[in-house]
DNA sequence: GCCAATTACTTGAACCCTAAAGAAATCTGG
DNA sequence: CCAGATTTCTTTAGGGTTCAAGTAATTGGC
């Protein structure tokens, strides 16, 4: 912080150029791999990303869960489940019920079909990511998520600096 | 690979949760910030996170790229990027011409109103993103861009014999 | 018990995105 | 020169995604 000739704070313009650049990279790298699964997701199971998303999560809980739920853990926005949920109920992936002590909530689960279905999937989706990384030494890997947690929590803190604001 | 006793070849299921551990966090990250910047592109200027990677695209380069140029650079389908330049000639931050050379190829640049609010917008994303990544040390960037440029060289090779095999 | 605030979800408009098919221009080997 | 292959872009169908507004159910203060 500098102040000009009239005593008033002013910033000058820092080179933040590094921080872009992590960020291009980071993203590019997420791009890539998301690409590459989606692809294949769709050649083999002829199933979207989202969807197999979806079912991972309930794959998680066999009681099932909420949409709400499911909206954070996806970090999406909660029409968007909706639509999701609506899609593989009709498709007979999904069980959906009213809960009994709330009727807001909507509870959803694996039916048996959707589970098998979705085990098949995930059981090839661990090779093609394990594919995907095999260059990375198990030591690289290591750093890589110790980097990404702090990346993780820098960011959070962020939002949560502007959610604040606002 | 073992042989099992009728002497067929036989894949044991290995263990890849590192890796898909690793991708999750890495997708994390990636949805957090790109959801951040676009919250912060929408209240800040009203502009959609599409629009303002198309428009860095272009800030690059004074006499303009391609829409195959801008297909590319950015991993989005060709089709993408005729909806997003029309709607961006339309407001309009772009220009758009037919090549004198080949009249298959569209060659599109940012006008000069455009390439103003580009730069306004920019300089601000600038410091979204140092904010969003300050609990970084230089250090912690330094290995954070030379683990994720191994990322990026092993996925692409991944999705390599994948495209030749298809 | 009642009403205001909150919570859970749905709906609608607008946009983003892909894959596949199609149209137009160019290139290439004979 | 010309027919077939290739390249560049557009179009279409089907999803996915957000935000904002709306509905229904629940909660909490009084």
């Given at each position: 912080m500098i102040l000009d000739s009239e005593t008033k704070a002013v910033e000058l313009p820092e080179d933040h150029g590094d921080e872009i650049r992590l960020w291009l990279r980071l993203l590019t790298c997420t791009t890539l791999i998301e690409g590459e699964v989606r692809g294949r997701l769709r050649e083999r199971f002829d199933v979207t990303l989202p969807r197999f998303d979806?079912?991972?999560?309930?794959?998680?809980?066999?009681?099932?869960?909420?949409?709400?739920?499911?909206?954070?853990?996806?970090?999406?926005?909660?029409?968007?489940?909706?639509?999701?949920?609506?899609?593989?109920?009709?498709?007979g992936h999904l069980d959906r019920r009213t809960s009994d002590t709330d009727r807001r909530v909507q509870v959803i689960r694996l039916t048996k079909a959707g589970r098998a279905e979705f085990r098949r999937m995930a059981a090839e989706h661990q090779t093609w990511i394990a594919d995907i990384f095999s260059d990375l030494s198990p030591k690289d890997v290591r750093e890589l998520m110790r980097l990404l947690a702090k990346t993780k929590g820098s960011a959070q803190k962020s939002a949560q600096k502007r959610a604040l604001q606002a």
């Open positions: 979806l079912m991972a999560q309930l794959d998680k809980v066999p009681d099932g869960m909420t949409l709400s739920d499911v909206s954070k853990r996806m970090m999406v926005s909660n029409g968007n489940v909706t639509g999701l949920v609506e899609r593989l109920v009709e498709s």
